[in-house]
């Protein structure tokens, strides 16, 4: 039963494009949205981050979108570089009283592939 | 700054083996957690802590054991070790601040790749 679902396992996009990834979500009690990127042989480094009470955050070249009432939520990189080749976790939580990130839901990850 | 740092980087194990993956953080976060990755899957919760003193079962605890006796140190135990344990573990680490959303952006090791045959 997977309450977060990254659909494509791996997305090929040419240099300078826009990269898309997208996550959609189950579970209604979610409120607060990550992307994570690993390369081969790291941990999973945080991208960015989304509150339910928005719909959009950016950070230099990568913007989160959030649809609550399609519960779905996207990455885009515009323009992407051969650096951003990686696998990208979608993860989402709910806010709750006990504090810390035990409530941490994972995607199982799309390959982004920048394609020179 | 090392961050949050894992030994081995890769182990086998026979069956019914046991061993301690070794995590350790340098950046005084309270909250600790232990994670594993089978291929083509997203990370599953195994165990996590608060606080030194204080474990938690995550999604997965079954055959896995922790403890915290301080802030830096959050040792991993597989005591019978099974093909099925096979994966990649990821130790990381988070901190509070006031809005405490900070909690969820994870600082992860480079993690322990364990093959059990």
């Known amino acids: 039963d997977q309450q977060v679902k990254q659909n494509s396992p791996s997305l090929s996009v040419q240099e300078g494009r826009i990269s898309i990834l997208n996550c959609d979500y189950t579970n209604s009690m979610f409120d607060y949205f990550l992307w994570y990127k690993k390369y081969p042989a790291e941990g999973p480094t945080f991208l960015i981050s989304?509150?339910?009470?928005?719909d959009k955050n950016e950070d230099g070249r990568f913007t989160v979108f959030l649809n609550k009432s399609a519960k779905h939520l996207s990455l885009h990189i515009v323009p992407s570089q051969p650096g951003d080749s990686a696998v990208y976790f979608c993860?989402?939580?709910?806010?709750?009283?006990?504090?810390?990130?035990?409530?941490?839901?994972f995607g199982k990850g799309t390959h982004l592939i920048i394609q020179p | 700054n090392a961050g949050v740092t894992q030994t081995p980087k890769f182990r086998i194990l026979k069956i019914g083996q046991s061993m301690t993956l070794q995590c350790t953080q340098d950046m005084n976060h309270n909250y600790m957690y232990w994670y594993r990755q089978d291929p083509g899957m997203g990370l599953k919760l195994i165990y996590y802590?608060?606080?030194?003193?204080?474990?938690d079962k995550g999604e997965v605890p079954n055959g896995y054991n922790v403890s915290r006796s301080t802030t830096e140190d959050f040792p991993l135990r597989l005591e019978l070790a099974a093909p099925s344990q096979t994966s990649v573990y990821f130790c990381a680490s988070s901190y509070d601040d006031i809005n405490r959303r900070s909690n969820e952006k994870l600082f992860f090791g480079s993690g322990t790749q364990l093959s059990v045959l």
């Open positions: 989304i509150s339910s009470i928005k």
């Open positions: 802590s608060v606080g030194a003193g204080i474990t």
């Open positions: 993860a989402a939580t709910r806010m709750y009283s006990g504090g810390g990130a035990d409530g941490l839901t």
